[in-house]
T-cell receptor
Framework: NAGVTQTPKFRVLKTGQSMTLLCAQD?????MYWYRQDPGMGLRLIHY???????AKGEVPDGYNVSRLKKQNFLLGLESAAPSQTSVYFC??????????????FGEGSRLTVL | KQEVTQIPAALSVPEGENLVLNCSFT??????LQWFRQDPGKGLTSLLL?????REQTSGRLNASLDKSSGRSTLYIAASQPGDSATYLC????????????FGTGTRLLVSP
């Protein structure tokens, strides 16, 4: 039972390059999320999705795009990477009960460095 | 705006001690509260989820309580072990805008043998 899987786990980019982080969950969860974690800032929500084909902005969406073409996958894209996007990125998913989000499950994280 | 505070930021105890980690939140209109642990370089692992209608939840040596009216939750760890060393985070899900979990900045726990 894999849970939430993120790829890649590590990546180094140069300023201006683009890349995509992939998140896959095998728990049939409706809701999926992308967070970034920075020292002293805690976890901040970038984008989230409440179902296949839907996405919404979180607290810090600028510079990122997302897609949820399949229920089990949630992709996070950086179109033109900037050093400020150096961070650890976490994907998470949760079930929903009567339209309310339940327990949150996280992936292992993807460490991104932008030079 | 909901704010979540965890005090202390760091805690060091000898093995075998019982300990309490604190989490406070400013808006009592919450749907649920979740406690996580995070090991260095790893993701967050869910420990306990408390719904707003519940007072406490238990899992093994862990017990989490919730006092919604006073905006407080505690995580009690019995008979601490070196393997409990990690950062512990609490997060609240507001009753409105409910997808947006609000995290505390965590308590870093070190249990010495």
């Amino acid at each position: 039972n894999a849970g939430v899987t993120q790829t890649p786990k590590f990546r180094v980019l140069k300023t201006g390059q683009s890349m995509t982080l992939l998140c896959a969950q095998d728990m049939n969860h409706e809701y999926m999320y992308w967070y970034r974690q920075d020292p002293g800032m805690g976890l901040r929500l970038i984008h989230y999705s409440v179902g296949e084909g839907t996405t919404a902005k979180g607290e810090v969406p600028d510079g990122y795009n997302v897609s949820r073409l399949k229920k089990q996958n949630f992709l996070l894209g950086l179109e033109s990477a900037a050093p400020s996007q150096t961070s650890v990125y976490f994907c998470a998913s949760s079930y929903s009960v009567a339209g309310r989000a339940g327990e949150l499950f996280f992936g292992e994280g993807s460490r991104l460095t932008v030079l | 705006k909901q704010e979540v505070t965890q005090i202390p930021a760091a805690l060091s105890v000898p093995e075998g001690e019982n300990l309490v980690l604190n989490c406070s939140f400013t808006d009592s209109a919450i749907y649920n509260l979740q406690w996580f642990r995070q090991d260095p370089g790893k993701g967050l692992t869910s420990l306990l989820l408390i719904q707003s209608s519940q007072r406490e939840q238990t899992s093994g040596r862990l017990n989490a309580s919730l006092d919604k009216s006073s905006g407080r939750s505690t995580l009690y760890i019995a008979a601490s072990q070196p393997g409990d060393s990690a950062t512990y985070l609490c997060a609240v899900r507001p009753d409105t805008g409910f997808q947006k979990l609000v995290f505390g900045t965590g308590t870093r726990l070190l249990v010495s043998p």
